[in-house]
């Protein structure tokens, strides 16, 4: 219920998506990676928080780089490796 007796109705949309920034950030997970198909490539932290899409990044074989109490392993990358920084971490 809403304030007093005021019902409050919700309406989700029919179909869901993704916006214009994080589906450009896809595109360029997937651009670096055509574009560098033979170099180790990582990423610093999640462009998304969607378990769906952190799988496709996986699957193109482009590791999470381990964040520890540390913080992040950067040990792990080499020289000519390919990092992906996502703009918000």
């Not at 005021?6 to 949309?13: C, S």
Request: glycine share 8%; net charge negative.
């Amino acid at each position: 219920r809403g304030e007093a007796e005021r019902a409050i109705t919700f309406r989700l949309a029919k179909d869901y998506g993704f916006c214009w920034g994080v589906e450009r950030s896809i595109e360029l997970a997937w651009a670096a990676r055509d574009a560098y198909p033979d170099k180790r490539m990582h990423i610093t932290n999640e462009l998304i928080h969607n378990p769906g899409v952190n799988d496709l990044l996986k699957d193109m074989d482009i590791n999470f780089i381990e964040k520890t109490e540390q913080g992040k392993r950067f040990s792990d990358i080499q020289d000519g490796d390919v990092v992906i920084l996502p703009a918000f971490g």
